[in-house]
């Protein structure tokens, strides 16, 4: 039996260090309002991974959280306000910024939210309007 494969990430300054052991259980883009508002970016590149795939390895003491929705719980970093990931208890996933995760080669899958895009990403991949069915959502797609 192997290994599961290990990936080291941290926030902004590095005060906060966490390692994701496996493979997420998805990669993609979100575009939903409130992620490109967290993210200040038009898009939002998400890796989401079963909570007891991720361990905190430094700097537990300095991770703030905000909850908007009861769906959300967003953790940065209080020492450089570096954002870390956010957990998502309905769905018992946590989404791990991909880029805090260096070492892990992003692989998107699908386009969550799309409805909402400001920044139309044409890439071949899937385009939900929303989520998937089995996540919650419509699971109805869009055009590119």
Not at 100 to 121: A, D, M, R, T
Request: charge should be negative; charged fraction near 20%.
């Amino acid at each position: 039996m192997s290994a599961k494969p290990s990936f080291q990430g941290s926030c902004f300054c590095g005060a906060v260090q966490f390692t994701v052991k496996g493979t997420p259980n998805g990669m993609g883009y979100c575009h939903c309002e409130s992620c490109r508002k967290w993210s200040a970016g038009p898009v939002n590149a998400f890796t989401l991974w079963e909570p007891e795939a991720i361990s905190i390895t430094a700097g537990a003491d300095k991770i703030s959280s905000f909850n908007k929705t009861p769906g959300s719980t967003r953790k940065w970093c209080s020492e450089c306000g570096g954002h870390i990931m956010t957990e998502h208890p309905t769905m018992n996933l946590i989404d791990v910024f991909a880029a805090s995760i260096p070492s892990l080669k992003f692989e998107p899958g699908i386009h969550v939210h799309y409805q909402e895009s400001v920044l139309p990403i044409k890439d071949g991949l899937p385009k939900m309007k929303d989520m998937p069915s089995e996540a919650g959502g419509s699971g109805e797609t869009m055009p590119e």
